[in-house]
């Protein structure tokens, strides 16, 4: 099992930032791709973005690519997703996630293991 805890969401005005962070614990870390995905009441949860085992390959939305940017502390057991140019558009809970296998995955039924959720909030 992998516990998955999200923290740093809130409330912003368009156009700004934040960055969420989240804590895995019970396996070793570094065996997981890792997501970050997001959803809003009445609609299916969507993809936002994902990155490999050891950092180097991640992919993205169109809708956040050049605004967001995932990363990863394996030292730490963390996943960051740094948001930028925050849109109201982006308003949404945010889940991180972590995948069946080593490696960035963009599909959904592909991970396992799913944190709590933070909401973020855009104004306009």
């Known amino acids: 099992q992998v516990q998955l805890v999200e923290s740093g969401g809130g409330l912003v005005q368009a156009g700004g930032s934040l960055r969420l962070s989240c804590e895995a614990s019970?396996?070793?870390?570094?065996?997981?791709?890792m997501g970050w995905f997001r959803q809003v009441p009445g609609k299916e949860r969507e993809f936002v973005a994902t990155i490999g085992w050891n950092g180097v390959n991640s992919y993205y939305a169109d809708s956040v690519k050049g605004r967001f940017a995932i990363s990863r502390d394996n030292s730490e057991n963390l996943v960051y997703l740094r948001m930028n140019i925050l849109k109201p558009e982006d308003t949404a809970v945010y889940y991180c996630?972590?995948?069946?296998?080593?490696?960035?995955?963009?599909?959904?039924?592909?991970?396992?293991?799913w944190g709590q959720g933070t909401q973020v909030t855009v104004s306009s």
């Open positions: 996630a972590a995948a069946r296998s080593r490696f960035a995955s963009t599909v959904t039924r592909e991970y396992d293991y």
């Open positions: 019970g396996r070793t870390f570094s065996n997981y791709g």
